[in-house]
């Protein structure tokens, strides 16, 4: 029932996202107002011989605040998705509602897998000139000391070979210089204990603001605050330079010429530029997976979102997660057992 | 001598910037090896009647470490340029040269103004929908308390004042939501400080990253970290999608043909977003005027920074911000009477 759209954007997704896991067999609960979802899966067989419905009158709005929707969210569309993960039922729940009370709900339900996580991590997948880097944590995770950084790239590695199918997917931690003696403590501590750990990540080293468009590496790592100030920061840029160039292909009538002229080419730039191609992101953190949509995907977008979800759920990334953050929380208290030595 | 170009492009800018500040009587000395500041200036008759040459054999290197450049840094171009600052025989000292230099140099010779301040914080101006919108800091203090967020919104305030002429400059502090509740201490303290004290800031609230493009505020304040990776997030983005523009209109003939044609609409564009237009930094929190600019701007850019230069030394910046700077001392002062007070 989430998003901009609801029903008449999941459905059709699914339909899109059979097609792309051709030969995959992928089963759809959806969860809302039966009528409505009956009426959308009528107009569309492929998705509606791959779904069941699980009525529900109760939904969360877009707008509700996080934490009078979770007072509340119990028996909500929203709920009954992410409730299906916890028992099992599902391997995924996906969703373009509330992203506040996706988190909520998310974490009350299924808890925090990792002990230093507050919030559920959030990834983007940013276009760049060479594919897709995935960016974390854009958005949950207000400050983040040097071991959250080490689980966000730990998650992130996993999730990009997972979705994207890279072997060994390189690594970076966002800072202010690439030398080693920049940034603050977090990043640099954090850098200094993947280099010595033995997480077997591929660490590129520290990365800057303009490597991410670059596609210098595969997965970048930063605290929620800077990745969601970065992430915004480009989102304004590309919509500034769109409003530039749409300014002048509009200015005159030579110039209306010219484009129209271009047209083609310049609607093959917007494609690969097109949000919905990379619209999905998992909360990552959680005991259980969760894959935010944008609530104003369209139904190409929301499929991809589905696509990443049932690509996660078919891989090892779960266990390989578990697995890594085992050493990192070994590695940890070996820390802290020699600063004690140290200190007594 | 600094920059990628030296006496070839900062002799025509200093022409350049006469003319754009007509009929304002400003002089210029320039520091460097005398042959070759003589042998530009021969060829640019306007600037050689408004400059002295003050010869060094001494240059810091644009690739020098910071920390080695200042050891041997006495009677180089840039430092002399400085110390004419601090001697008062100039108002203020621009320089294309190596920034982690000038920053040492000119934090050595005219040190902080201000008791909280690390290193000089720097503004970039910052292209926007609306103008021109200045964000501080931008990479020169990695970790920033409440206090020094304040700082910066005093300072960048005063320079927009300065240097745009817009009476009481908008101020916004940027955030990860528009909401009192989100982000960390630092901003929210900032923020709540800023609301109650009396420093006649027009404060318009927290701002995301996507409003510093869309110019929703004039001066945008962060922390040296946050500040300089949203600035070259921006810079990569610009380049990505400029980059993917550039592909789209050479993909093939017709797309070419279409280009031509838009040619001029296209150039005008670019103009919008010409980085010489708004080249030109200055060192904030000094006690005295250094202005820094891009190493390869061009004469259009660095007479850009000449007139900021002249600009901020023309207005009561310095005045305005040493007067909010003792309000704000004063006003932490009492607040630290008070803790102490509670605490007994």
Redesign the interface.
């Known amino acids: 029932m989430g998003g901009d759209h609801g029903p008449v954007v999941v459905v059709p997704a699914v339909a899109r996202a059979l097609e792309r896991l051709q030969g995959r067999k992928v089963r759809f609960i959806l969860h809302g107002d039966e009528k409505r979802l009956k009426a959308a899966l009528a107009r569309v067989p492929a998705a509606a011989e791959a779904s069941e419905v699980r009525h529900t009158d109760l939904v969360i709005a877009m707008d509700e605040k996080p934490a009078q929707a979770l007072r509340r969210s119990k028996g909500t569309s929203l709920w009954n998705a992410v409730e299906c993960v916890k028992t099992g039922e599902a391997q995924a729940a996906v969703s373009a509602g509330n992203t506040g009370a996706l988190m909520a709900v998310s974490k009350l339900i299924l808890r925090m897998a990792a002990p230093g996580l507050d919030r559920p991590a959030i990834v983007a997948s940013w ?3 060479k594919g897709v880097t995935a960016v974390l944590d854009v ?1 949950a995770n ?2 983040s000391d040097a071991r959250q950084l080490i689980e966000f790239a730990i998650m992130g590695e996993a999730f990009h070979r997972a979705v994207h199918g890279v072997k060994k997917p390189t690594i970076g931690l ?1 800072n ?1 210089g690439a030398e080693e003696v ?3 403590d977090e990043v640099r501590e954090a850098a200094q204990l993947i280099r010595e750990g033995g997480f077997g990540l591929n660490y590129h080293g520290f990365v ?7 596609g210098t590496v595969d997965v970048v790592v ?1 605290d ?3 990745g ?18 749409k ?3 509009t ?2 009538l ?2 209306k ?10 609607k ?2 917007r494609a ?2 097109d949000p919905s191609s990379v619209n999905g992101g998992p909360l990552l953190g959680l005991n259980g997976l969760v894959v935010k949509s944008h609530g104003g995907a369209d139904a190409k977008g929301f499929a991809n979102a589905l696509k990443i979800a049932a690509d996660l759920a078919a891989s090892n990334y779960a266990s390989e997660i578990s697995q890594k953050m085992q050493t990192l929380t070994a590695m940890m208290d070996e820390a802290k057992v020699s600063k004690a030595e140290v200190q007594a």
Do not use: C
């Open positions: 276009p760049t000139l958005g207000v400050s966002l202010i920049k940034g603050h800057e603001g303009d490597d991410i468009a670059k930063t929620g605050f800077t969601n100030i970065a992430l915004k920061t480009a989102e304004g840029t590309a919509r500034f330079v769109a409003a530039l160039l300014d002048a292909l200015s005159d030579q110039a010429l010219g484009a129209a002229i271009a047209y083609p080419a310049l093959k730039m690969r530029i």
